[in-house]
């Protein structure tokens, strides 16, 4: 017994040391679980470690992805950059209290990229139409001449629309003052026009009698009053007093502006006859589409200097604003309404077209041409945005060049939607500023004058207040208030431009997918021809091979005829 206690002993305090064997091996091994653990915690370090350069692929995609959009919007960037820039740059100068003089030399940088775009303008118009009309064909021609005018007028009869409707809803004229005070703009208004010549001096502008000095010049009637002695009788032929009579006749003359609407007929004829002359045309046909390209790289050189000319543009027109205060206090109802029906149009009704009828994003069409809108916005000329804008719808929006360099040139001197409206709300404006109230007729007769009118306005800066005279004379209204739409006229016609060339952009855009759904059809077309060709060649070939059917009826004969042969047997 002793011994199996002995023995037992042993056991137990082998069992003991076996324990403690056991619990220091569970020690060392829930060390050597620690140090699993620790090696788990090296392998999750290691994961990390995998999982890191898993990351880094992704975090590297991130970056290329940013860099490649940086690197493909860093023109709409830096022109963004620009604006808000000016602005800055703007009021902080304006507290300084700079003089006139110095406020010419701040925005010299801004006047030097007005001029480059102006440089371009006649060669890239000419070149772009010329090449344009001679490549298409006359049916062709038409057919986007006749869609592109009927878009352009039904946008702009809707812009003036939407301006006499929103001057009777927010009505301006009732809160402005009159008598505002404007030193030195009583020279610069224009002066009133018959409705007559001005229509005739839009057709005589179309047919320039001098294509050189339609560069720089065009025609206008001015008139010139003589005064002529009439004598006042009595009933027995007795003259009684002799009073002058003022007969106001009508002058031609020359002005300083480009008669752009001539060159652009001038050029789209001439590119018809190119074509109608065949393989004689062909050489000139190449000079102009290659002087058109050379055009298109200059332009892509201007691009670059155009945000730092856009800074310095709206840095200088804040300068030059005086007394802003009472200006917006005043005549805030006026550009509000303005800028509101500009919104309206450029960001709800020009979007919804183009999205009714092509189904694309209508922003990113607008992002496309970003750059272009802020350059109509810091120059307020539509014709200097026309190069930026060809450039923008070609790279940014795939629109041939076909198209935009027949279709923008044409926009830039008919399509004027900013400028329709702008009228519309300054003749409301000028009316309830007076206190006459406008009957339906009158209210149509603004808005087919307004639309017609637009049509020959100059895109040039303040080249809309030259056709609100007409307008003010078809309706009645006085002509002299024009001195308060000039006032503001330098935020509002900015305004104008923008949504000028958005309109003309929506209308190539607009054209692009009209050219490009018939070129699927008559694909289509093609296609369904070849295949019902081909099925008529087989039905006929099924038809003429009779030898075919008369060897299957051959075999079965002789079939037959062995078979009972082999019966007999």
């Given at each position: 017994?002793?011994?199996?206690?002995?023995?037992?002993?042993?056991?137990?305090?082998?069992?003991?040391?076996?324990?403690?064997?056991?619990?220091?091996?569970?020690?060392?091994?829930?060390?050597?679980?620690?140090?699993?653990?620790?090696?788990?915690?090296?392998?999750?370090?290691?994961?990390?470690?995998?999982?890191?350069?898993?990351?880094?692929?992704?975090?590297?995609?991130?970056?290329?992805?940013?860099?490649?959009?940086?690197?493909?919007?860093?023109?709409?960037?830096?022109?963004?950059?620009?604006?808000?820039?000016?602005?800055?740059?703007?009021?902080?100068?304006?507290?300084?209290?700079?003089?006139?003089?110095?406020?010419?030399?701040?925005?010299?940088?801004?006047?030097?990229?007005?001029?480059?775009?102006?440089?371009?303008?006649?060669?890239?118009?000419?070149?772009?139409?010329?090449?344009g009309a001679a490549s298409l064909d006359p049916?062709?021609?038409?057919?986007?001449?006749?869609?592109?005018?009927?878009?352009?007028?039904?946008?702009?009869?809707?812009?003036?629309?939407?301006?006499?409707?929103?001057?009777?809803?927010?009505?301006?004229?009732?809160?402005?003052?009159?008598?505002?005070?404007?030193?030195?703009?009583?020279?610069?208004?224009?002066?009133?026009?018959?409705?007559?010549?001005?229509?005739?001096?839009?057709?005589?502008?179309?047919?320039?009698?001098?294509?050189?000095?339609?560069?720089?010049?065009?025609?206008?009637?001015?008139?010139?009053?003589?005064?002529i002695p009439k004598n006042i009788t009595d009933?027995?032929?007795?003259?009684?007093?002799?009073?002058?009579?003022?007969?106001?006749?009508?002058?031609?003359?020359?002005?300083?502006?480009?008669?752009?609407?001539?060159?652009?007929?001038?050029?789209?004829?001439?590119?018809?006859?190119?074509?109608?002359?065949?393989?004689?045309?062909?050489?000139?046909?190449?000079?102009?589409?290659?002087?058109?390209?050379?055009?298109?790289?200059?332009?892509?050189?201007?691009?670059?200097?155009?945000?730092?000319?856009?800074?310095?543009?709206?840095?200088?027109?804040?300068?030059?604003?005086?007394?802003?205060?009472?200006?917006?206090?005043?005549?805030?109802?006026?550009?509000?309404?303005?800028?509101?029906?500009?919104?309206?149009?450029?960001?709800?009704?020009?979007?919804?077209?183009?999205?009714?009828?092509?189904?694309?994003?209508?922003?990113?069409?607008?992002?496309?041409?970003?750059?272009?809108?802020?350059?109509?916005?810091?120059?307020?000329?539509?014709?200097?945005?026309?190069?930026?804008?060809?450039?923008?719808?070609?790279?940014?929006?795939?629109?041939?060049?076909?198209?935009?360099?027949?279709?923008?040139?044409?926009?830039?001197?008919?399509?004027?939607?900013?400028?329709?409206?702008?009228?519309?709300?300054?003749?409301?404006?000028?009316?309830?500023?007076?206190?006459?109230?406008?009957?339906?007729?009158?209210?149509?007769?603004?808005?087919?004058?307004?639309?017609?009118?637009?049509?020959?306005?100059?895109?040039?800066?303040?080249?809309?207040?030259?056709?609100?005279?007409?307008?003010?004379?078809?309706?009645?209204?006085?002509?002299?208030?024009?001195?308060?739409?000039?006032?503001?006229?330098?935020?509002?016609?900015?305004?104008?431009?923008?949504?000028?060339?958005?309109?003309?952009?929506?209308?190539?855009?607009?054209?692009?997918?009209?050219?490009?759904?018939?070129?699927?059809?008559?694909?289509?077309?093609?296609?369904?021809?070849?295949?019902?060709?081909?099925?008529?060649?087989?039905?006929?070939?099924?038809?003429?091979?009779?030898?075919?059917?008369?060897?299957?009826?051959?075999?079965?004969?002789?079939?037959?005829?062995?078979?009972?042969?082999?019966?007999?047997?």
């Open positions: 017994m002793a011994d199996l206690r002995s023995d037992d002993l042993k056991v137990v305090s082998n069992g003991d040391i076996h324990l403690d064997e056991k619990a220091t091996n569970g020690n060392n091994v829930s060390g050597g679980g620690n140090n699993v653990s620790s090696g788990g915690n090296n392998v999750s370090g290691g994961g990390n470690n995998v999982s890191s350069p898993s990351r880094k692929p992704q975090a590297a995609g991130k970056v290329k992805k940013l860099q490649k959009f940086i690197e493909s919007n860093l023109l709409v960037i830096l022109t963004v950059t620009g604006v808000i820039t000016g602005v800055v740059i703007g009021l902080s100068v304006k507290s300084l209290q700079p003089s006139r003089l110095q406020v010419l030399y701040f925005s010299f940088p801004g006047e030097l990229l007005i001029r480059l775009l102006k440089m371009i303008i006649i060669p890239l118009v000419v070149c772009s139409l010329v090449s049916k062709a021609l038409g057919k986007l001449g006749g869609w592109a005018m009927l878009f352009f007028s039904l946008t702009t009869l809707a812009a003036s629309a939407i301006g006499v409707t929103m001057a009777f809803i927010i009505k301006p004229g009732d809160g402005a003052k009159s008598s505002a005070p404007l030193p030195g703009l009583e020279d610069a208004l224009p002066e009133p026009k018959e409705i007559t010549d001005s229509f005739l001096d839009l057709v005589r502008n179309i047919f320039p009698s001098n294509l050189v000095s339609a560069a720089f010049e065009s025609y206008a009637t001015s008139y010139k009053v003589i005064k009933q027995f032929g007795n003259i009684n007093e002799t009073i002058e009579e003022e007969i106001k006749i009508p002058v031609g003359s020359n002005v300083d502006g480009m008669n752009i609407l001539g060159l652009v007929v001038f050029a789209i004829v001439f590119g018809i006859a190119l074509r109608k002359l065949g393989p004689e045309g062909d050489n000139l046909i190449r000079f102009f589409s290659s002087f058109n390209e050379a055009t298109m790289v200059l332009v892509s050189w201007i691009m670059w200097y155009a945000p730092v000319g856009i800074m310095f543009l709206v840095a200088g027109k804040i300068l030059e604003m005086e007394n802003v205060l009472l200006l917006f206090t005043s005549l805030g109802k006026y550009i509000c309404c303005c800028i509101v029906g500009h919104f309206i149009h450029g960001l709800i009704l020009l979007p919804l077209i183009y999205f009714i009828f092509t189904r694309k994003n209508p922003y990113r069409f607008l992002w496309g041409i970003f750059t272009a809108l802020a350059t109509a916005f810091g120059t307020a000329s539509s014709s200097a945005t026309l190069p930026l804008m060809m450039k923008c719808v070609e790279e940014n929006n795939g629109v041939s060049k076909q198209i935009s360099r027949f279709i923008l040139p044409i926009g830039a001197t008919v399509n004027m939607d900013g400028a329709a409206l702008f009228q519309c709300v300054a003749a409301v404006f000028i009316a309830q500023l007076n206190n006459i109230s406008l009957n339906f007729v009158q209210i149509i007769t603004i808005l087919v004058t307004a639309t017609a009118s637009s049509v020959g306005a100059a895109g040039i800066p303040a080249g809309g207040v030259l056709t609100l005279a007409i307008i003010l004379e078809a309706v009645g209204l006085p002509t002299h208030e024009i001195s308060l739409v000039l006032a503001v006229d330098w935020l509002v016609d900015r305004t104008c431009t923008v949504l000028n060339v958005e309109g003309d952009a929506f209308g190539a855009g607009l054209l692009q997918c009209y050219t490009d759904k018939q070129q699927s059809r008559l694909q289509v077309e093609e296609l369904t021809e070849v295949k019902t060709e081909t099925g008529v060649a087989e039905k006929s070939e099924e038809e003429g091979s009779p030898l075919i059917k008369e060897g299957a009826k051959v075999t079965l004969e002789t079939g037959s005829r062995s078979l009972e042969k082999e019966s007999v047997m």
